[in-house]
DNA sequence: CTACTTGCAAACTTTTTGCTTGCGA
DNA sequence: TCGCAAGCAAAAAGTTTGCAAGTAG
């Protein structure tokens, strides 16, 4: 992710009256520098050695702000924890059901699903969400 | 869900050589029998009446037994427990982000979307799941 | 300076596990 | 009768909370 979109997010927690510290610049830019979906507790060993003191609190804490804020997004999928996904653009996941890699895809053309359940349903469709369940190419080869 | 696809699930049940008992019976049914995607401990309240000493964790196992022979389908949202849902037919979801209930809706047309991902990723697509997120015409209502 | 943040530990929730007793076929 | 299933309680695992101490602005 861009040096750009992290000044951003940074303007945008500065504009909320958040105040910044080492903890959370180093959890955001983490967030926005991979494409791994990590969870709380890959976050939490990642930057144990650049804060051995930070506590798994700490975490949840900014994460629940940066959701609040919209600059990441949580994903829960059948497993025990929670991911989180600093790419806000509609993308979609494709999960691997072997080895649990999940890889971003773009796709178009779902808003007319959510007119669609919004006909047969009668609800006033805020948003959607989609996921596609496969093998990975990786775990293809290995028989 | 008509009574005869309730005897076709006892069927799978017997053939797998799956033990019936009163509690298994009942916690079957129940799902087979209610539209409104219930949590274990939804469950487990509901059917504390007929079964005061039931134990969530009998739920749980046959839960997993029941999902394991394709009788029913673990939903995971972002809140903090799994709903079940015994309809096997391929169908949606749109979730009331203000009083969480639980519609069904169907939709054909998403394959495209498993191509498309399957060829821009490279993975073997085996499914999908999709929801949408609104606010149902109940909640519309109450300002 | 002072209110927001962190770190820590305890509490809570959901789900799983081990073991004994019970009961379906 | 025999072995799978239920009940129970303890243990995991993930997440939240309360409070004292630290620090960004």
New interface residues.
Partial sequence: MSAEQIQTALKILKGAGVRMTPQRHAILSYLMNTKSHPTVDEIYKSLGGKFPSMSVATIYNNLKMFKDLDLVK?L???DSSSRFDANMEEH?H?V??KCGTI?D???S??H???E???T??????????????????DC?VQH
Same sequence: chains 1, 2.
Avoid: D, N, P
């Fill in positions: 949580e829960t999928y059948g979609y494709v691997c059901l890889e895809f773009y796709y053309g779902l007319q699903v959510e669609e359940a919004s047969s349903t009668g609800f006033k469709v805020i948003s959607h969400r989609m996921e596609v369940y496969g093998v990975c190419s293809q």
